[in-house]
């Protein structure tokens, strides 16, 4: 149980945590010094003194504070003495003194007669006693009683520390930037942005950061070989698909309509095979977008199709930094997907401090909960849970939203529909993209 309470308060980033590594060594070797420097000088030595001090006035009250001997033995000690009718008030002592708190224990218990002592200043102490029923002021240098500026030490102890602190703070800020340049290399390249990134650092570190640009590199030069790869059966299948178009379009119109809809339909597969391939949609650079004018485009678009929207809702100032025509497509793929399977499809969406929803409903038949990660998975079609008659779909059309949504640093998530009884497809995007 202590170690689960330790690790919720331990700090959870880098910085953190090796400034933690950084600081707790000094302080507790500030507070061990302070420690035992409290009760070395402050105690020891100035209990010391202050014996010292009181045998001293002992010896004088002994001759008498009016005698010749006892003028002559407080000029030599460089003490006054005066003899007063009432104690002043209460005892005199700074907060901070505490070096005061030692001398009043010692005067206590090492002489006779002892009243209260006054501490003013660092510069005199005023030791009242009782003597013969007479009331004596003794003024004593207070360097006799303590060591002279005893707060040295800790004016010391702090000053260096913090230097030392801002010097090691400096050292572990320029050792720990080339991890959060590799962090951010690496997040970027996760959402298909290439940032420029040269390892630096310690030798571990320029190693991990050379390893990552190496496997960046291989990952970059894959997916080039691939698109060129499916570029060249795209080229390649076109050409017999034109030749097929154009045979096709020599025969009587009621034996080729079908045909030329079959070779259609083979070249928009072709089409979107290629779309999904290359990634067309995540090429642009991220902009300040404007949501809501963007979803009452998609709004207007659907509805010149004959395919409006059922409900549409959202705020009128929905701002995002994202890639307006990948999310564009997104939020397109979800509502075609809505509208093949469900009379009834709203959109709505709304902003949360640190992110934006939008929301696609539908009244279909859903898909059931094992299923649905398994929907977000290119090429899958669920036959039993969404009707595919449609003819022509690919399994695309969840995938690339999902692929879209995380390259934007959110997610898409398919649940049930609390208002439509059907499928509710749920993208996040967060601000910070």
Same mark, same amino acid.
């Given at each position: 149980?202590?170690?689960?309470?330790?690790? &919720?308060?331990?700090?959870? /980033? !880098?910085?953190?945590?090796?400034?933690?590594?950084? !600081?707790?060594?000094?302080?507790?070797?500030?507070?061990?010094?302070?420690?035992?420097?409290?009760?070395?000088?402050?105690?020891?030595?100035?209990?010391?003194?202050?014996?010292?001090? @009181?045998?001293?006035?002992?010896?004088?009250?002994?001759?008498?504070?009016?005698?010749? %001997?006892?003028?002559?033995? =407080?000029?030599?000690?460089?003490?006054?003495?005066?003899?007063?009718?009432?104690?002043?008030?209460?005892?005199?002592?700074?907060?901070?003194?505490?070096?005061?708190?030692?001398?009043?224990?010692?005067?206590?218990?090492?002489?006779?007669?002892?009243?209260?002592?006054?501490?003013?200043?660092?510069? +005199?102490?005023?030791?009242?006693?009782? %003597?013969?029923?007479?009331?004596?002021?003794?003024?004593?240098?207070?360097?006799? !009683? /303590?060591?002279?500026?005893? $707060?040295?030490?800790?004016?010391?102890?702090?000053?260096?520390?913090?230097? +030392?602190?801002?010097?090691?703070?400096?050292?572990?800020?320029?050792?720990?930037?080339?991890?959060?340049?590799? #962090?951010?290399? #690496?997040?970027?390249?996760?959402?298909?942005?290439?940032?420029?990134?040269?390892?630096?650092?310690?030798?571990?570190?320029?190693?991990?950061?050379? @390893?990552?640009?190496?496997?960046?590199?291989?990952?970059?030069?894959?997916?080039?070989?691939?698109?060129?790869?499916?570029?060249?059966? /795209?080229?390649?299948?076109?050409?017999?698909?034109?030749?097929?178009?154009?045979?096709?379009?020599? =025969?009587?119109?009621?034996?080729?309509?079908?045909?030329?809809?079959? +070779?259609?339909?083979?070249?928009?597969?072709? *089409?979107?095979?290629?779309?999904?391939?290359?990634?067309?949609?995540?090429?642009?650079?991220?902009?300040?977008?404007?949501?809501?004018?963007? !979803? $009452?485009?998609?709004?207007?678009?659907?509805?010149?199709?004959?395919?409006?929207?059922?409900?549409?809702?959202?705020? *009128?100032?929905?701002?995002?930094?994202?890639?307006?025509? #990948?999310?564009?497509? #997104?939020?397109?793929?979800?509502?075609?997907?809505?509208?093949? $399977?469900?009379?009834?499809?709203?959109?709505?969406?709304?902003?949360?401090?640190?992110?934006?929803?939008?929301?696609?409903? *539908?009244?279909?038949?859903?898909?059931? *909960?094992?299923? &649905?990660?398994?929907?977000?998975?290119?090429? +899958?079609?669920?036959?039993?849970?969404?009707?595919?008659?449609?003819?022509?779909?690919?399994?695309?059309?969840?995938?690339?939203?999902?692929?879209?949504?995380?390259?934007?640093?959110?997610?898409?998530?398919?649940?049930?529909?609390?208002?439509?009884?059907?499928?509710?497809?749920?993208?996040?995007?967060?601000?910070?993209?």
């Amino acid at each position: 149980m202590t170690l689960s309470l330790i690790k &919720r308060y331990m700090p959870r /980033s !880098l910085y953190g945590r090796a400034a933690l590594i950084l !600081l707790l060594p000094v302080i507790t070797l500030q507070l061990v010094v302070t420690v035992v420097f409290i009760k070395r000088h402050f105690e020891d030595v100035t209990d010391q003194l202050t014996r010292a001090v @009181a045998q001293e006035i002992h010896i004088i009250e002994g001759h008498g504070f009016h005698t010749q %001997s006892g003028q002559e033995l =407080l000029a030599a000690l460089s003490f006054q003495a005066e003899q007063i009718t009432a104690l002043p008030g209460s005892p005199v002592r700074r907060w901070y003194d505490f070096s005061g708190l030692v001398i009043t224990r010692s005067f206590d218990a090492q002489l006779a007669g002892f009243e209260q002592v006054d501490l003013p200043d660092n510069i +005199v102490a005023n030791v009242i006693i009782r %003597s013969a029923d007479h009331l004596w002021q003794v003024t004593v240098p207070r360097d006799r !009683l /303590s060591a002279a500026n005893p $707060h040295q030490l800790f004016v010391n102890m702090i000053f260096f520390g913090t230097i +030392v602190t801002i010097i090691a703070y400096i050292y572990l800020r320029n050792q720990l930037r080339p991890i959060k340049r590799l #962090a951010r290399a #690496a997040t970027a390249f996760g959402r298909g942005e290439v940032i420029p990134f040269s390892p630096a650092g310690a030798s571990e570190l320029r190693a991990a950061g050379l @390893a990552f640009v190496q496997m960046r590199a291989r990952i970059e030069r894959f997916v080039d070989q691939r698109t060129m790869m499916l570029s060249a059966v /795209s080229h390649d299948l076109r050409t017999p698909l034109t030749r097929l178009r154009l045979g096709l379009s020599m =025969l009587d119109d009621a034996e080729a309509a079908a045909l030329l809809r079959d +070779v259609d339909d083979m070249q928009r597969l072709l *089409d979107e095979y290629l779309t999904f391939a290359k990634g067309d949609m995540m090429s642009s650079a991220a902009q300040a977008c404007d949501l809501s004018t963007l !979803l $009452h485009d998609i709004q207007n678009g659907f509805a010149r199709q004959n395919t409006p929207i059922t409900k549409c809702e959202w705020p *009128d100032d929905l701002h995002l930094i994202c890639r307006p025509l #990948a999310i564009k497509r #997104a939020i397109e793929n979800l509502i075609s997907n809505a509208l093949k $399977h469900g009379q009834t499809v709203w959109m709505t969406a709304q902003a949360e401090p640190d992110r934006i929803i939008i929301m696609v409903e *539908d009244d279909g038949p859903g898909i059931p *909960d094992a299923q &649905r990660d398994e929907a977000l998975q290119p090429f +899958v079609r669920l036959d039993k849970a969404r009707n595919q008659d449609g003819g022509g779909s690919v399994g695309l059309g969840l995938s690339i939203a999902a692929d879209i949504a995380r390259a934007h640093g959110g997610m898409l998530q398919l649940d049930d529909s609390p208002n439509l009884q059907g499928l509710r497809a749920k993208l996040t995007l967060h601000h910070d993209v």
